[in-house]
T-cell receptor
Framework: KAGVTQTPRYLIKTRGQQVTLSCSPI?????VSWYQQTPGQGLQFLFE???????NKGNFPGRFSGRQFSNSRSEMNVSTLELGDSALYLC?????????????FGAGSRLTVL | AQRVTQPEKLLSVFKGAPVELKCNYS??????LFWYVQYSRQRLQLLLR??SRESIKGFTADLNKGETSFHLKKPFAQEEDSAMYYC?????????????FGKGITLSVRP
């Protein structure tokens, strides 16, 4: 099985712009979670989607949003970018059928905001 | 609220020395505990989880509900163990499945 695929891997934006990141989960996995990883804060939970519905949400401002499509692929969007949004954004998928609450992570999308 | 605390940011040991990476948690209920590892230039990946009660790469972790701890241990560290280690917690099922991570600890094993 192919792993979790995230695109783009690297991107540079300027303050005020918006960005969309994409995540394709492992085939058959219906749950997708997003995390922001920074050196100072570590891994912070953004949101989780299951069957196109947001199931959990972290403590991020409304500028951060996401969605999931019928094929389980997910996108997250950050509007009005700020310098502090520079981070590695990780996507992870989970096999809900197995009952094991284990996340498989993608390589991440590294966002730099100038 | 669920919280994971890893009190140390860095642990540096010599090869062959014992290792203990500390993790304490706060959760009102019956949690699932995990250790994830991120080697240099690799993806974050599961190392072990308390439900499995298994030893992976010589590492073990025991859930101590009384002390709300889930410390990761290895009796003899190897250089290839150098990595970033994250302790994580989730509830059980459905809306409780959100995984909360600690801030991580860098383990450096010197030759």
């Amino acid at each position: 099985k192919a792993g979790v695929t995230q695109t783009p891997r690297y991107l540079i934006k300027t303050r005020g712009q918006q960005v969309t990141l994409s995540c394709s989960p492992i085939s058959g996995h219906r749950s997708v979670s997003w995390y922001q990883q920074t050196p100072g804060q570590g891994l912070q939970f953004l949101f989780e989607y299951f069957s196109e519905t947001q199931r959990n949400k972290g403590n991020f401002p409304g500028r951060f949003s996401g969605r999931q499509f019928s094929n389980s692929r997910s996108e997250m969007n950050v509007s009005t970018l700020e310098l502090g949004d520079s981070a590695l954004y990780l996507c992870a998928s989970r096999d809900n059928l197995s009952g094991a609450n284990v996340l498989t992570f993608g390589a991440g999308s590294r966002l730099t905001v100038l | 609220a669920q919280r994971v605390t890893q009190p140390e940011k860095l642990l540096s040991v010599f090869k062959g020395a014992p290792v203990e990476l500390k993790c304490n948690y706060s959760y009102s209920g019956s949690p699932e505990l995990f250790w994830y590892v991120q080697y240099s230039r690799q993806r974050l990946q599961l190392l072990l989880r308390h439900i499995s009660r298994e030893s992976i790469k010589g590492f073990t972790a025991d859930l101590n509900k009384g002390e709300t701890s889930f410390h990761l241990k290895k009796p003899f560290a190897q250089e290839e163990d150098s990595a970033m280690y994250y302790c994580a917690l989730s509830g059980r099922g459905g809306a409780n499945s959100k995984l909360t991570f600690g801030k991580g600890i860098t383990l450096s094993v010197r030759p």
